[in-house]
C-alpha cells in the first residue's frame, strides 16, 4: 500500500497537524488524573473548598482546550483522508479506462467495482483513523506508565509488565487477521459479481424461472463471506476480552499494592486513585487501538488490492522498432495473424492473411465462435497478435499512437451500449465538435432520424442508462449513428444490424454506399444478405480463413458458406 502515499503529496502539513494536535490534547488528557490526586489529597483532605473550585475550574479547563485540540485534528484527518482518496479513486478510474482489453478481461467488472467502492471506503476509514490514533493511543500507554512511575516506583512495576502483554496480544491477533481479511474481500467479489449479474440480467432469470436458483447461488455466495466474516471477527474479536483480562487483572494487583503502601504511609489515597486513573487510561486507548489495527489491517489489504491494479501496465506495449511499409498503400492488411488469449488453450485466430483497399466493403461471416469479432477488434488494437502483424494504411497497428490509430476508426460493438444522457451527447461521443446538421445526416444514414425526430425533444431526447427506454432496433441505429458522426477512414459493424429488419438493413448499406470519400467497412454478420453486395467476404471456421470471395464465386466454391445461405434463403426470400 506504500505506493499509494504518493497520492498524499500536497497534505503534509495537515498530515503533521492532525497527530500534533492529538498528542497536546493527550497530554493534558494524562494530567488529570494528578489534579484529581490533588483535589483528594490536598481539597477533601484537608477541608480547602476554595481549592477544590479552582481545581475543578482547571479540569474543565482542560477539557475545553481538549477538546478544541482533539476537533482540530479531527478536520485535517478528514481533510487528508478524504482528498487521499478522492486522489486515488480518480487515478485507479482513469487507469481502468487505459487498461488494454485483455487486463479488463482479467480483472473483471465485479472485482473493479468492489476496489473503487468498499476498498476505497476501507482505505478511507484507515487513513483518518490512522492519524488521530496511530500516535495518540501508544503516546497515552507510555505516557501514562511514565507518569505512574512519577508516582510510585514499585506500584508502577505493573504497568511495566502488563503493557508488553497487551501489545504481545494486539499484534499477534493483527498479523492473523491481515490474511483473513484479504480472503473476505475476494468473498465480496464474488458477492458483488451475483448481484450485478442479476440485475443485469433480471429479464432474462425471470423468463426461464430461475429465481429460486439465482437465490441459491446468491445464498451460497453470501454464506460463504458471512462464514469468512465471522471466522476473521472471532479472531479480532479475542483483542477485546483478552486485553480486558489482563487490565483488570493488573488493576486489581495495583489496588491491592496501592492499599498496603497507603497503610504504611508511603502513598496517600489521591495518588492510589491517580494511578488507577492511568490504569483506566491505558485500558480504554488499548481497547481504542485493538479497534484502529483492525480497521488498519483491513485498509491495508483493501490498499494492496487498488495498488495491484495501479501497478497493471496502462495501454498497450509499444514498439517504436516497428517502421512503416512504404510499399503498403492497403487500407488495411492482415499477415499471417495468429492471436491466442491470455489463458487461452488454443488460439483464437491463427495464420489470417488477407488485404483491404481503401473504399472496399468487407464482409466477415461464419459460424458462433469462429472468431469474426476477434478479427476485428485487432483492427483498433484492442488486442495485440500473438504472432504476425497487422497494418492500417501500410504502418503495423503497433507502431501507432493509440489514440491517433483509433480516431482512425469508427467501432459498432456487438452490444449496442448507450450512455445516459441526450441523444446529442451519445452521438457526439463520436466527435465532440460535431454540428447538430452532421449528427441529423449521421441519423439519416443510420436510419434513425425518424426514430430521433418522433422522440419528444428530438436530440434532447434523454436516454436511459444503457439504452433501457429504446428498443433494440433503435439502440443499433444510434451506435451506428455514433460511430459515423466520427467519419472514420474504417467503419466496422460487428453484428451490429442484427436486430434491424430486412428493409432497414438494406437502406443502410444503401446510404453507406452513398456516402462521400473512401470509408473502408468492414461488416460482421450472421446473414449473407448483409454482406452479399461487398468487394469481398472473409469466411473464418474455427479461428482459420475457409474461403475470400465475393457472394457469386463463394455460393460455388465454399460449402460453408453456401450451407450458411441456404439456410437463410428461404427466409430472406420470403422477405
Not at 449 to 476: H, M, P, T
Not at 486 to 504: C, G, H, V, W
Not at 557 to 564: K, L, P, Q, S
Request: glycine letters at 8%.
Amino acid at each position: 500500500m506504500k505506493k499509494l502515499f504518493v497520492y498524499m503529496k500536497g497534505y503534509g502539513r495537515a498530515i503533521v497537524l492532525s497527530p500534533l494536535f492529538k498528542l497536546i490534547e493527550a497530554t493534558l488528557e494524562l494530567l488529570v488524573p494528578l489534579v484529581v490526586a490533588k483535589i483528594i489529597d490536598k481539597g477533601i483532605g484537608g477541608g480547602d473548598k476554595e481549592y477544590i473550585v479552582r481545581m475543578c475550574l482547571l479540569l474543565g479547563a482542560l477539557g475545553i482546550i481538549g477538546y478544541l485540540f482533539s476537533i482540530t485534528a479531527q478536520y485535517f484527518a478528514a481533510k487528508t483522508a478524504v482528498g487521499f482518496v478522492t486522489r486515488v479513486k480518480h487515478a485507479l478510474f482513469a487507469h481502468l479506462g487505459k487498461l488494454s482489453y485483455e487486463e479488463l478481461d482479467t480483472l473483471g467488472t465485479s472485482t473493479m467495482i468492489t476496489r473503487i467502492t468498499s476498498d476505497m471506503n476501507q482505505i478511507q476509514t484507515g487513513v483518518n483513523l490512522a492519524l488521530r490514533l496511530l500516535l495518540r493511543s501508544p503516546f497515552v500507554v507510555f505516557g501514562a506508565m511514565v507518569m505512574a512511575f512519577t508516582i510510585d516506583t514499585k506500584a508502577a512495576l505493573t504497568f511495566a509488565v502488563a503493557i508488553p502483554l497487551l501489545f504481545l496480544v494486539v499484534f499477534s491477533v493483527m498479523l492473523a487477521s491481515i490474511p483473513l481479511y484479504k480472503k473476505v474481500q475476494k468473498a465480496l467479489d464474488s458477492v458483488v459479481k451475483s448481484v450485478r449479474e442479476n440485475l443485469t440480467g433480471i429479464r432474462v432469470i425471470r423468463a426461464f424461472c430461475r429465481e429460486k436458483t439465482e437465490e441459491a447461488d446468491f445464498r451460497k455466495k453470501n454464506d460463504e463471506l458471512t462464514a469468512r466474516q465471522k471466522f476473521v471477527g472471532r479472531i479480532s474479536a479475542l483483542m477485546n476480552p483478552v486485553t480486558f483480562v489482563i487490565i483488570n487483572l493488573a488493576t486489581v494487583w495495583l489496588i491491592h499494592e496501592g492499599a498496603l503502601r497507603v497503610e504504611i504511609g508511603i502513598l496517600t489515597q489521591g495518588a492510589v486513585i491517580a494511578l488507577y486513573n492511568y490504569m483506566s487510561q491505558i485500558l480504554i486507548e488499548l481497547i481504542k487501538a485493538a479497534d484502529l489495527f483492525i480497521t488498519i489491517t483491513k485498509a491495508v489489504a483493501c490498499g494492496n488490492r487498488v495498488e495491484a491494479v495501479l501497478e497493471i501496465p496502462a495501454g498497450m506495449k509499444e514498439y517504436p522498432e516497428i517502421s512503416a511499409d512504404a510499399k503498403n498503400s492497403d487500407a488495411v492488411r492482415f499477415e499471417d495473424v495468429t492471436l491466442t488469449y491470455r489463458g487461452a488453450g488454443a488460439p483464437s485466430l491463427e495464420k489470417i492473411s488477407f488485404s483491404v483497399k481503401k473504399g472496399e466493403t468487407v464482409g466477415v461471416i461464419g459460424g458462433t465462435g469462429s472468431g469474426k469479432t476477434s478479427l476485428v477488434n485487432l483492427i483498433g488494437r484492442f488486442y495485440d497478435v500473438s504472432e504476425g502483424s497487422v497494418t492500417v494504411d501500410g504502418m503495423d497497428v503497433r507502431a501507432y499512437d493509440t489514440d491517433a490509430l483509433r480516431q482512425k476508426i469508427g467501432i459498432v460493438p456487438q452490444k449496442a451500449l448507450l450512455f445516459r444522457g441526450s441523444v446529442r451527447e451519445n452521438l457526439r461521443f463520436g466527435n465532440p465538435d460535431a454540428t447538430d446538421a452532421e449528427l441529423w445526416a449521421a441519423l439519416e444514414t443510420a436510419q434513425a432520424r425518424k426514430v430521433v425526430e418522433d422522440k419528444e425533444g428530438g436530440l434532447n431526447f434523454v436516454i436511459e442508462a444503457g439504452g433501457r427506454n429504446l428498443s433494440g432496433g433503435q439502440r443499433q441505429r444510434l451506435t451506428i449513428a455514433r460511430a459515423l458522426v466520427r467519419k472514420p477512414e474504417i467503419l466496422i459493424l460487428d453484428d451490429s444490424a442484427s436486430a434491424l429488419d430486412f428493409a432497414t438493413d438494406a437502406a443502410l448499406r444503401r446510404a453507406l454506399k452513398e456516402l462521400d470519400g473512401e470509408m473502408t467497412v468492414f461488416i460482421v454478420s450472421q446473414r449473407t444478405s448483409s454482406i452479399a453486395h461487398a468487394d469481398q467476404i472473409i469466411v473464418l471456421d474455427d479461428g482459420e480463413i475457409a474461403a475470400i470471395g465475393t457472394h457469386e464465386s463463394l455460393l460455388e466454391t465454399c460449402d460453408i458458406y453456401r450451407e450458411i445461405y441456404e439456410s437463410q434463403f428461404k427466409k430472406e426470400a420470403a422477405v
